[in-house]
């Protein structure tokens, strides 16, 4: 790649996330170089074959996981999950729907009601000054 580039650069591992992919798990040849806005626009518009393969096989990297379970990161980590999962292992855990599982969603659960709930104080809060 030239120096005379267009355009600003990410590093493969911000590329990596905003694409949802684990890094160690992409080509060697993405791993090691750097890649464009439009490089990066072009991977999400036309995902090559390895992407698409790690996009729907995995490893997936945690918020992904954490994403597929319906749990938070840190949900996951209480778990004990803090490697990547491919998506067999998370249609396992889903099958297998584990205490911890079970538990964080819950408490997703419940976190999300408590946003809207707050959101909609607010959004009253505001109404009622207007």
Do not use: C
């Not at 650069?9 to 905003?18: E, G, H, S, V, Y």
């Not at 170089?33 to 074959?49: I, K």
């Not at 990161?73 to 491919?86: H, K, V, W």
């Amino acid at each position: 790649m030239s120096s005379h580039q267009t355009g600003q650069t990410m590093k493969p591992a911000t590329a990596a996330k905003k694409l949802g992919v684990y890094l160690p798990a992409t080509p060697a040849a993405f791993q090691e170089g750097v890649v464009s806005r439009a490089e990066l626009a072009e991977l999400q518009a036309n995902p090559p074959e390895w992407l698409r393969d790690l996009r729907a096989d995995g490893p997936h990297p945690r918020p992904v996981v954490a994403a597929k379970l319906g749990v938070s990161i840190a949900g996951l980590a209480r778990g004990g999950i803090t490697e990547p999962l491919t998506t067999e292992q998370i249609e396992e855990l889903k099958r297998e729907l584990p205490e911890w599982l079970q538990k964080e969603r819950a408490t997703q659960a419940e976190v999300r009601k408590e946003t809207v709930r707050l959101k909609n104080l607010k959004r009253e809060k505001e109404a009622g000054q207007g």
